[in-house]
């Protein structure tokens, strides 16, 4: 493939101005992209078959839709592309972000809304502002793809985590009330003790072997 080319130091001061990554870490990550491509300047789904270790995530193809998914993507919809340019991988990788304790409080406050709305979208596969019972189920189903009886187990686990979901969001339930979906609001409630800001990343960083999901 030749040499790579490198980015001019302009796109990558407003590269890392608007995803917070460092220059380093953005010429790394360009080398990375255009290795996944081979070298093309856009990226397709299929390119993603390259990060052998992104197979064991039970959530593979959730990660990798995230990538094409317009409402990441600063698009304002729930409308998916065919393939993204470097600068939309970025952009969609910087939700990834490792979070140290070296940043400030009002920094790790805003990467945690911004990582739990990139996970709420995950969830909310339709776009309609609302976790479903019917998504629930696909998410446990996917995380028990590999377990036995998963079908059973997994209507459970969804059910309950539902229940549970309305309890911690709506409180004590009327017999005829109905809990039709878990709002991002309800979401920030049911997530406000997980330190996602430091726990979510993917780790694409490593030139020496082939990138590493985590």
Known sequence: ??????????EIRNLANTTGFTSEQIEILHRRFLHLTDGKTTMGKDCFDNIPDLDCNPIKSRIVNAFFDGRNL???TSGTVDEITFENFLTTL???QHMDDNHTKEDLEYYKNEKLQFLFRMYDTNGDGKITLEELREIVDELLSKTSNAEKTSSS?????????AN???GQMEPDQLYDGITFDDFLKIM??????TK???????MDTTAICK
């Open 1 to 10: 493939m030749g040499s790579t080319p490198s980015l001019p130091a302009w």
């Open 74 to 76: 600063g698009l304002q």
């Open 94 to 96: 910087s939700f990834f």
């Open 157 to 165: 686990i969804a059910d309950a985590a539902m229940l549970e979901a």
């Open 168 to 170: 911690i969001c709506v």
């Open 192 to 197: 406000q003790d997980l330190k996602i800001e």
């Open 200 to 206: 979510m990343h993917v780790r694409f960083l490593n």
